[in-house]
């Protein structure tokens, strides 16, 4: 059954489909319930708000409810614990999940983003910022192991930059609460979804 939802809701979310649902003749049906589990609110996921607010789903016959985990592996526990249908993360959660020996592991079914919908932001305006200006600085960086800590790190390396040596990386606060530790003072730099 999540295989099926899974589709439906991939199929839905299709912007090729979205103007055909659009124009789709109104009936009445019955009403499959959904709880999607995404995240985080980003604006990368924009065509599927705009769906639920022109009722879209509700017109193919979801009712979709929509949570945010603040965090792949809140969002994969909701997936795990039948809290959720459908969860919008990372691949890294359905891979660690497999590797820890799960029975029944959540399959990967579509990619929703054509990029990684990661920012790095700073304290201070960086009009002509390279990524050497991050050598010694201090980075919040996420959950070790977690999609944006990952494409952060990629991406430095990318730049003949050593994040074990070249910066400070701080993995140790939680994906919801970067933001809030950054404004507090935390970091010079964050990596933010």
Not at 16 to 42: D, R
């Amino acid at each position: 059954m999540k295989k099926v939802l899974s589709f439906v809701l991939a199929a839905a979310l299709s912007l090729g489909t979205l103007p055909c649902m659009a124009q789709a003749e109104e009936q009445t049906k019955e009403q499959t319930k959904v709880t999607l589990n995404e995240v985080a609110h980003s604006i990368f996921y924009a065509p599927q708000y705009a769906a639920i607010e022109l009722g879209y789903f509700a017109e193919e016959g979801i009712d979709l409810t929509l949570v945010t985990g603040f965090g792949a592996d809140k969002t994969m526990t909701a997936l795990l614990s039948g809290e959720a249908d459908i969860g919008f993360m990372g691949s890294e959660a359905s891979i660690y999940t497999y590797s820890g020996g799960a029975a029944d592991a959540p399959v990967n079914f579509a990619q929703l983003t054509q990029r990684a919908g990661n920012f790095l932001v700073a304290r201070e305006e960086m009009p002509d910022f390279t990524w050497a200006d991050l050598k010694g600085r201090d980075v919040l960086g996420g959950r070790k192991g977690g999609m944006p800590e990952m494409v952060f790190e990629y991406i430095l390396k990318a730049n003949g930059i050593d994040p074990e040596t070249d910066v400070n990386i701080d993995q140790s606060i939680d994906f919801g609460s970067t933001a809030a530790a950054f404004s507090g003072g935390q970091g010079e730099f964050t990596v933010e979804l």
